[in-house]
């Protein structure tokens, strides 16, 4: 069955840089149609896509973080990592990666995410 | 950018009520939207994607409908595992979600 995972940082300073590592498996970012995205959830607010990467490595970014953000896959070690310069307080929220694919454009599996909380 | 809006923010009903949440895109996106459940603590749930289409699992008192800039989420026969929050979501250029409808027991 397809599974997700996010690891990374808890705590990270204002202006430091985040790193963010989504370990998946059932699947492969090999295979044709299949994507990764990124989408946080600020406490008490909306859910709000990031950055999405795609087998062939095709990359979409959210147009008001996109110059902050940059999104990789490793396929061999079944990862995406998302990195996120210039970290700010507003910046505090659950991170979640998930699955999915150019036949739905919607996210059909989602890792359980990992609260990120930026402070000094 | 295509923005993506809710209706109502905020929806209060009870156990076996019909309910309908809207979203409206603010141009045609023909039917790439997606509406997600997600409750408190928990990753949201994919429960309609394509506008109509049923995720596999998800309860047939879920539906939905729309096309074009208008679409709706309907629950069919409340039950109180369906109070949560609820989001619809469009693919563009990038994956957008609306502010979400809190759905809750009157």
């Known amino acids: 069955q397809i599974t997700l995972k996010e690891s990374g940082p808890t705590l990270v300073k204002p202006t430091q840089t985040l790193t963010l590592t989504c370990t998946f498996s059932g699947f492969s970012l090999s295979s044709s149609g299949v994507g990764v995205g990124w989408i946080r959830q600020a406490p008490g607010k909306a859910l709000e896509g990031l950055a999405l990467?795609?087998?062939?490595?095709?990359?979409r970014y959210s147009p008001s973080l996109k110059s902050r953000l940059t999104i990789t896959k490793d396929t061999s070690r079944s990862q995406v990592v998302l990195t996120m310069t210039n970290m700010d307080p507003v910046d505090t929220a659950t991170y979640y990666c998930?699955?999915?694919?150019?036949?739905?454009?919607?996210?059909?599996?989602w890792g359980q995410g990992t609260l990120v909380t930026v402070s000094s | 950018d295509i923005q993506m809006t809710q209706s109502p923010s905020t929806l209060s009903a009870s156990v076996g009520d019909r309910v309908t949440v809207t979203c409206r895109a603010s141009q045609s996106i023909s039917s790439w939207l997606a509406w997600y459940q997600q409750k408190p603590g928990k990753a949201p749930k994919l429960l309609i994607y394509k506008a109509s289409s049923l995720e596999s699992g998800v309860p047939s008192r879920f539906s939905g409908s729309g096309s074009g800039a208008e679409f709706t989420l309907t629950i069919s026969s409340l039950q109180p595992d369906d109070f949560a929050t609820y989001y619809c979501q469009h693919y563009n250029t990038y994956p957008s979600f609306g502010q979400g409808t809190k759905l809750e027991l009157k």
């Open positions: 990467i795609y087998w062939d490595d095709d990359k």
């Open positions: 998930a699955h999915s694919s150019v036949w739905l454009f919607s996210f059909d599996y």
